[in-house]
């Protein structure tokens, strides 16, 4: 399994409040199965995860929607949590990245 990904480039879009478990565990497989996973964000430095409703540790953030296209990546994955969800929905770049993968038909997941 550590090569199955192996040439695949995964963009992991999310925002302060990410749900850490959500982020962390799939970062991991994706990275484990030969994955090169780039963390995007709405803005750039690093961004707070959360547990549920307790705040978890930060993320540093790979690059800003505004810097990257679908046309980048192989797959997207988003994950949830209290408040990430509602910030990608009101960011105009955020939301034409995930439409660029819809529209290509790449695989997308999303918690």
Same mark, same amino acid.
């Given at each position: 399994?550590?090569?199955?990904?192996? *040439?695949?480039?995964?963009?992991?879009? /999310?925002?302060?409040?990410? !749900?850490?478990?959500?982020? !962390?565990?799939?970062? #991991?497989?994706?990275?484990?199965?030969?994955?090169?996973?780039?963390?995007?964000?709405?803005? $750039?430095? !690093?961004?707070? *995860?959360?547990?549920?409703?307790?705040?978890?540790?930060?993320? =540093?953030?790979?690059?800003?929607? $505004?810097?990257?296209?679908?046309?980048?990546?192989? /797959?997207?994955?988003?994950?949830?949590?209290?408040?990430?969800?509602? =910030?990608?929905?009101? $960011?105009?770049?955020?939301?034409?990245?995930?439409?660029?993968?819809?529209?290509?038909? #790449?695989?997308?997941?999303?918690?």
């Amino acid at each position: 399994m550590a090569d199955m990904l192996k *040439g695949k480039k995964v963009a992991i879009l /999310a925002a302060d409040m990410f !749900e850490r478990v959500e982020l !962390e565990e799939p970062r #991991k497989a994706l990275e484990d199965a030969g994955a090169d996973v780039e963390v995007v964000s709405i803005h $750039d430095g !690093e961004i707070k *995860g959360f547990d549920h409703f307790d705040p978890a540790n930060t993320v =540093q953030v790979d690059r800003t929607v $505004d810097e990257v296209s679908a046309d980048d990546y192989d /797959a997207l994955l988003v994950p949830g949590g209290v408040g990430n969800p509602d =910030q990608l929905r009101g $960011d105009e770049n955020a939301v034409s990245f995930v439409r660029g993968f819809d529209e290509a038909e #790449k695989p997308m997941a999303v918690i």
